[in-house]
């Protein structure tokens, strides 16, 4: 049977509670297919802090290493706010992880369920007959990353330094990632930039054009970003591929999330050159809602979904999974991030849907 070497990082605040369910739906998975998923846990964020000393501890650098994915749950907390920036979780942990992998495209499927049409923060009738958006973010470049960066001089006198880099080969690779889904969905790219202000912009459009003429079967647009964040909420349907850089891609899809539903739902795939990618959910530890064993665990079990699709090419058991979420959806079963207390729907908690899509599969 084929075997798969999963780091599992489960991190802060939600992480563990949506992590355990997504486990066992690769459980789930086992049993039903032949294959194993060989899973090494490895601390992360304020769990590294914590337990190792380092929000990035080397031996969970090492455990990644010796893995063919990384399944990633969320990072970050009050309780660490207060670090110095690059010790902090986000910082000293997510950041590092994408940069030292090259995961540099960042797929985040927003997708709308039609049994949650009432969760979506869309009018029903602006969300009739579905939506189907990918946003394509580069995960490794621009603002998140770029020199010179930080905090200089003293008092009154400092300054807040961050820098927005794009080369022509970040934007080239990203771009061709963009296109080549775009192929196999419904061939339209639309390329998020702030080209009437920002010179990497310029450039960002400039080298989209170009690569868009190896793909003539894809259609290409521009919009403005802040055009942009009004068009996603005034008619999604228009979006098929939305290309961006990294900071744009970070509040476009946090956005696109609420459209299907709530954050909870988004899953994403950071992928590198070849089989390699971390799979996490789109959000983030909710420390509002940490501990109470009520979060959605259906971002992290998409993301699991991704990782079997993306890095071990079991499409039929990722398809298997997405089937379970849809069915339990439609058997209407509701986080309280989702529950609108319709005819037919009941409110459970974190265990109750990840064991809901479990029996589903
Ligand atoms: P957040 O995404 O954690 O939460 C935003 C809102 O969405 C909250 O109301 C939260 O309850 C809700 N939400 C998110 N996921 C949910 C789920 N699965 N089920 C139900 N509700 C859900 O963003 P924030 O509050 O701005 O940030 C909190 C912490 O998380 C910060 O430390 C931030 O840096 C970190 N963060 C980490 C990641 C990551 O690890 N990938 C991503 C985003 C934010
Ligand atoms: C995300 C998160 C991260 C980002 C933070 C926690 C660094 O918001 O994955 O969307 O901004 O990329
Ligand atoms: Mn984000």
């Not at 070497?5 to 789930?28: F, Y």
């Not at 998923?37 to 969970?60: C, H, S, W, Y």
């Not at 400039?206 to 964040?229: F, G, R």
């Not at 994403?268 to 971390?278: Q, T, Y």
Request: overall charge negative.
């Amino acid at each position: 049977s084929k075997s798969f070497k999963v780091a599992v990082l489960p991190g802060d605040g939600i992480g563990p509670e949506v992590m355990a369910e997504a486990l066992q739906v690769l459980d789930a998975v086992e049993k039903k297919y032949d294959v194993r998923f060989e899973r090494t846990f490895a601390n992360v964020g304020g769990a590294g802090i914590d337990l190792e000393g380092k929000a990035l501890p080397q031996t969970t650098v090492d455990i990644c290493k010796a893995s063919d994915a990384i399944l990633f749950g969320s990072v970050g907390g009050p309780k660490w706010e207060s670090l110095p920036p690059d010790e902090q979780p986000e910082r000293g942990a997510l950041l590092p992880l994408r940069k030292i992998f090259g995961l540099y495209a960042n797929l985040r499927p927003a997708i709308i369920f039609p049994a949650l049409t009432g969760a979506s923060s869309l009018k029903e009738e602006v969300i009739a007959g579905g939506f189907n958006v990918l946003v394509v973010r580069e995960l490794t470049g621009g603002i998140y990353f770029s020199q010179p960066k930080g905090i200089e001089g003293q008092g009154r006198e400092r300054i807040g330094i961050d820098t927005m880099r794009y080369s022509v080969p970040e934007i080239e690779r990203i771009t061709h990632v963009a296109f080549q889904a775009a192929r196999k969905r419904d061939k339209r790219v639309m390329s998020i930039d702030k080209a009437n202000v920002l010179s990497t912009s310029v450039l960002w459009r400039e080298v989209v054009e170009t690569v868009a003429k190896e793909y003539p079967d894809v259609k290409l647009s521009h919009m403005y970003v802040d055009n942009a964040a009004m068009q996603l909420v005034r008619w999604p349907k228009q979006f098929d591929v939305i290309l961006c850089e990294n900071m744009f891609g970070d509040i476009l899809s946090d956005e696109a999330a609420m459209l299907t539903g709530s954050l909870g739902m988004l899953p994403s795939a950071s992928l590198a050159e070849g089989s390699f990618g971390m799979y996490e959910p789109s959000g983030g530890s909710a420390p509002d809602i940490a501990g109470q064993g009520i979060a959605n665990p259906i971002a992290q079990i998409l993301s699991a979904s991704m990782m079997l699709r993306y890095s071990f090419a079991l499409v039929e058991a990722a398809d298997a999974i997405d089937a379970a979420v849809e069915k339990v959806l439609n058997q209407g079963l509701r986080t309280g991030d989702i529950f609108q207390d319709r005819p037919g729907e009941r409110k459970v908690n974190t265990k109750e849907m990840g064991a809901a899509i479990v029996a589903a599969l």
